[in-house]
């Protein structure tokens, strides 16, 4: 709960991923893939109940063996290679009304933290929002990016007049990572959409904006995942060997 407003939580899983089949529950650096997201979110301090839909019934039991709630199974319908990725976070809205907001955590951003999750909650109250989603600098700019037409020719993607020629006269550009949306919980019944004109944004670094689509990111979340535990490890050593006997 934040500012007596109450805050649901929903992780979407899914059983039928094609690009990395089976990946929620793929293991990444010791824990299935899902578990990295059911962690960070129970860490909040805002979120009053955390939900994992999913049509799957061994995810399902993944979840609820690493402590996540199932209150349904989702419709096969509502998962779907074709399914709009709203529809599930629709679907478990109106199961459990209720609640003033509700963030959507999707289970293939393993670097996100609790930090940015409660984090995107303070901005959406703070600023008075309808929503707030995380984004990440994009390591291309859209003002130096091209389309081609149907000769085989190179055309500025945003047109001749968009075209700049020096990096630092670039502005400056975000992109959805995927990690972490918020919404008021019955204005996103109403307008199906987390972004609107009264959206804000929370910027989070590349390394923890690593959205799972293929192998390649998989093996690249696992090193940094390592990296991120042997790091916490050293640290705790460090404190440990300096309390001494008292």
Request: net charge negative; aromatic share 6%.
């Amino acid at each position: 709960m934040i500012e007596g407003k109450t805050v649901l939580a929903i992780i979407p899983a899914r059983g039928g991923s094609k690009g990395v089949p089976r990946k929620n529950i793929r293991m990444v650096a010791g824990k299935p893939l899902m578990v990295w997201t059911i962690e960070e979110a129970k860490k909040s301090k805002y979120i009053d109940r955390l939900i994992l839909s999913s049509d799957d019934a061994e995810i399902i039991a993944v979840a609820r063996e690493w402590g996540c709630e199932v209150p349904f199974v989702r419709p096969a319908e509502l998962a779907q290679d074709d399914t709009p990725g709203i529809q599930p976070v629709f679907h478990a809205v109106r199961a459990l009304p209720g609640y003033d907001y509700v963030v959507l955590l999707q289970p293939t951003s393993p670097l996100r933290t609790c930090d940015d999750i409660d984090r995107c909650i303070e901005l959406c109250l703070a600023k008075g929002a309808f929503s707030c989603v995380s984004v990440v600098e994009p390591d291309k700019s859209p003002y130096w990016m091209f389309t081609g037409d149907s000769d085989g020719k190179i055309r500025p993607f945003l047109g001749d007049s968009q075209m700049i020629a020096r990096r630092q006269d670039l502005p400056q550009v975000y992109a959805l990572n995927g990690a972490v949306y918020v919404a008021e919980y019955q204005a996103l019944l109403e307008r199906e959409t987390f972004i609107t004109d009264n959206t804000v944004f929370h910027l989070m670094a590349k390394h923890a904006s690593i959205d799972i689509d293929t192998e390649i990111d998989l093996v690249i979340s696992e090193i940094l995942l390592e990296k991120s535990k042997n790091s916490l490890k050293q640290t705790t050593c460090v404190t440990d060997s300096g309390l001494g006997n008292h």
